[in-house]
């Protein structure tokens, strides 16, 4: 097989559904809600996956995570403090999002700034997860190297021995959650040909402006 061949015959002609700026929401988080009910209900693979995009030193940084909370229009996920996403946001809290729905043959990016989230949340949040998840936010060096897969395992299995006696866990300081306040929004929409909609929103002063972008 000839990859090259292969990348260059691989596409496929999106006409499910078109997306105009006469019809969108004026406002673009009751639009994300519609969106995001709609990829729940296609039974894509996790609709709350999302790329998160930050800036190390000038050089972009990407990685898949997980959208685990909307609060007055910001956007939650969890993770280690001292992990290397984390480090990179205290650094620079400008960040981007993107999520990807195949199914429907959408895309929503969204840009913003990024800062953590109240304690009493992440401790919430903490105690809905299941004890396995616990554990690993526990026993996990994120993103230090480790010399094989058998220390992680003997890092989780003897947390696990450890707090084998007590029922609930509590949230270690350095797993937390963070938010995410939204400045611009893209909404996209594959269409035929390539001729794609694109629909953006920017604030200003406080409001949404609407735009079409050429694709």
């Given at each position: ?113 990024l ?26 060096p ?17 947390t ?34 390539r ?18 972008l050429?694709?």
């Amino acid at each position: 097989m000839n990859i090259n061949e292969t990348l260059e015959n691989t596409r496929v002609s999106y006409r499910n559904a078109d997306f105009d700026i006469n019809t969108c929401n004026p406002n673009p988080q009751t639009q994300f809600d519609k969106w995001f009910k709609d990829a729940v209900n296609s039974n894509c693979d996790e609709p709350n996956a999302f790329v998160l995009s930050t800036i190390e030193q000038n050089k972009p940084r990407a990685r898949v995570v997980l959208l685990k909370g909307i609060h007055q229009g910001c956007f939650a996920f969890y993770t280690n403090y001292n992990s290397s996403k984390g480090k990179e946001v205290t650094d620079n809290c400008h960040v981007s999002m993107t999520f990807l729905w195949l199914p429907l043959q959408r895309q929503v990016r969204i840009e913003g700034t990024l800062g953590k989230i109240g304690a009493s949340f992440s401790d919430e949040y903490f105690q809905k997860r299941p004890r396995g998840s616990q554990i690993g936010a526990i026993a996990s060096p994120q993103s230090q190297k480790v010399s094989s897969r058998q220390e992680l395992e003997k890092l989780f299995n003897d947390t696990e021995v450890k707090y084998s006696g007590q029922s609930e866990l509590e949230r270690p300081l350095h797993w937390g959650g963070y938010l995410i306040k939204p400045s611009y929004f893209e909404f996209w929409q594959g269409r035929e040909n390539r001729m794609h909609d694109r629909i953006i929103y920017e604030n200003h002063a406080g409001g949404w402006m609407l735009s079409r972008l050429a694709p």
